[in-house]
């Protein structure tokens, strides 16, 4: 049964790619993106792109960045919306933009009236971290690795939604992007000394994936609209 399941499957990518080569201009890409990148950048970004291609579909995956680089792996995937730090030199990445991270905190903290703060600030203070399975957490790890802090974590959230909720409630601080979502959380942001304390996020592909006529579109559509430095 799986294998005529895997047969029926394979047949299809192969009706699907002969109909893309057949009329580039429509077609499916499949596509893997981050939670966290669901409420706001992704419907952005595929939004704009439709504008312009709206015979182009798309096959959307949410996934953890672990799902992510498998489903790309394997072929089974043709982008992928991530953070850098798992991308490798069998794929390709393009920058779509970098978020700053800001201190997050309950409105009665006693840093609420701070301008700005340095990490340093947070080896004693409880902590709301994130569990693996969030992109955002290897950016975080690696900020407090690079300055050899350990934070007194109390929790790991599996979602950005979570931690927010929770520093909103006086559990501990966070470091967290000001996404639409998040700011509807009743929160104080305070900027952080530290340079480099954002989060980049960007395009990977597989470097030896042949790209069909609609994922070429939608890859120079990328580059167009998000050009590097």
Request: glycine letters at 6%; charged letters at 20%.
């Amino acid at each position: 049964m799986e294998r005529a399941k895997l047969a029926l499957m394979e047949i299809e990518k192969g009706k699907q790619e002969i109909a893309n080569q057949i009329n580039p201009s429509t077609g499916v890409i499949s596509l893997s993106f981050l939670h966290m990148l669901g409420a706001q950048l992704v419907p952005s970004l595929l939004g704009s792109f439709r504008e312009q291609y709206a015979d182009i579909r798309f096959e959307l995956h949410q996934s953890s960045n672990n799902e992510l680089m498998t489903l790309l792996s394997s072929n089974d995937c043709d982008f992928g919306i991530t953070t850098p730090e798992f991308v490798n030199d069998t794929f390709d990445w393009h920058l779509l933009g970098k978020s700053e991270l800001f201190l997050t905190l309950p409105l009665n903290h006693q840093w609420v009236n701070k301008s700005s703060i340095s990490l340093e600030e947070l080896r004693e203070e409880p902590y709301i971290g994130l569990k693996t399975s969030c992109g955002l957490s290897f950016t975080i790890n690696n900020l407090f690795e690079k300055m050899q802090i350990r934070p007194n974590t109390v929790f790991h959230a599996d979602e950005l939604d979570t931690v927010a909720g929770l520093v909103s409630a006086g559990f501990g601080v966070a470091l967290l992007p000001k996404t639409l979502g998040l700011q509807n959380h009743r929160l104080v942001w305070v900027k952080v000394d530290e340079s480099k304390c954002e989060l980049s996020v960007g395009v990977v592909w597989k470097k030896d994936k042949q790209l069909t006529p609609v994922s070429n579109i939608f890859l120079e559509f990328i580059r167009e609209k998000y050009p590097l430095e």
